[in-house]
């Protein structure tokens, strides 16, 4: 089966540090764009952390430039998103999910192989 399943997720106190997995299954990661983005409650879905195929474009939401990166591991099929500095406010549903043809940044709409996603809770 094709399919993307995302791990790492989990209650973290502010000031914390996480590492999220996202582990691809029944095709290769390489040449795809891929991208982390994120669901809170009451929210829109928002780009977190993209990066192009080639890896050598990237996208940060504003909000979480300089304490999120994204990588991926190609020997082990795997992208992830290290999160470090957390804050209540990146409390959400993570997802992780791939795309392709014109680079667009974090563009949802651009990405069309999703995750399940994994919870991250942020609180003291």
């Known amino acids: 089966q094709v399919q993307l399943v995302e791990s790492g997720g989990g209650l973290v106190q502010p000031g914390g540090s996480l590492r999220l997995s996202c582990a691809a299954s029944g095709f290769t990661l390489t040449g795809y764009h891929i991208g982390w983005f994120r669901q809170a409650p009451g929210k829109e879905r928002e780009g977190v952390a993209c990066?192009?195929?080639?890896?050598?474009?990237?996208y940060f939401a504003d909000s979480v430039k300089g304490r999120f990166a994204i990588s991926r591991d190609s020997s082990k099929n795997t992208v992830y998103l290290q999160m470090n500095s957390l804050k209540p406010e990146d409390t959400a549903v993570y997802y992780c999910?791939?795309?392709?043809?014109?680079?667009?940044?974090?563009?949802?709409?651009?990405?069309?192989?999703w995750g399940q996603g994994t919870q991250v809770t942020v609180s003291s």
């Open positions: 999910a791939t795309g392709g043809l014109v680079w667009t940044g974090c563009a949802s709409r651009r990405f069309d192989r």
């Open positions: 990066m192009s195929s080639s890896g050598v474009f990237t």
